[in-house]
């Protein structure tokens, strides 16, 4: 009994793993090490550095997932959240979709960030076929996080920057109803504010919508939305509500972003999250959020 009450969660972490550049696994890691979870590496990739730089060396690990899978399962190992994020193949959806049924509980909290691009472009490497494989791993999910470029990729529609409360509530619905209870979309543009962005999400749970909305520093950074959804992810399993979870992650890229900006400094290296995480350790002061 005290077993189960006293353990460490334990988290399955699906990314890739890049040297250089501070994304997947090199930020999801330390993120939720911090916030006082185990984090077990399934990799996807090894590359020399994320797919934003110029070039990149990428070692696809598609072939070596099932049998990292196989001696998991061997060893009984069990996880409090499964976390997938950027995949090294369009074939590795079925791999993770399976690892997923054979791995899910009943309290399993099933994170799938759909890591496909961003400032309305596909990353380097992919396609429409991983895309298409991405609109049916999100079924497998209870919480998805895409940015606005990966919303309408996942809903097969042009992309488009300005949008209403109305229609960002009708895209939320729309991809809850394909299976997700949660689905979370970061980096909208305020419109009457450009310096401002926001975060829509909707719980179909409650039947709620949440909008957190949050300074913009002019600047891009790779990774910072694996540490949303990072922080997200071990914010929900520390027992926080929807809508704090959202205001810690939103705060805490802030604070990262606040802490980098500053600098002179190659964007491409991501946030210096080594400066802020310890702030993870602490509770949030303000509370940002309102119903909509
Ligand atoms: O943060 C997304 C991401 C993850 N992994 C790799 C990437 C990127 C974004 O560029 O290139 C390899």
Redesign the pocket.
Known sequence: MLRQINRVKRVAAV??L?GV?R??LT?VIPVLSTMGFQVCPLPT?I?S?????PS?S?MDLTDEMPRIIDEWKKLNVQFDSIYT??LGSPQQVHIVSHFIDRFRLDNTLVVV?P?L??NAQL???FDMTMVKEMRQLIRKADIITPNMTELFYLLDMPFKAQLTDDELKKYLLELSNQGPQIVVVTSVPVIENPQQTSIYAYNREGNKYWKITCSYLPAHY?????TFTSVLTGALLQGDSLPVAIDRASQFILQGIRATFGYEYDNRDGILLEKVLHNLTMPVQTNNYEMI
Request: charge should be negative; hydrophobic fraction near 25%.
């Open positions: 990314h890739d890049s550049g994304v997947s930020v990739a590359l550095n994320h797919t934003q730089y990149f990428f994020g950027y960030d890591v691009g961003d990353y380097a490497n790779p990774g910072t939305g694996d």
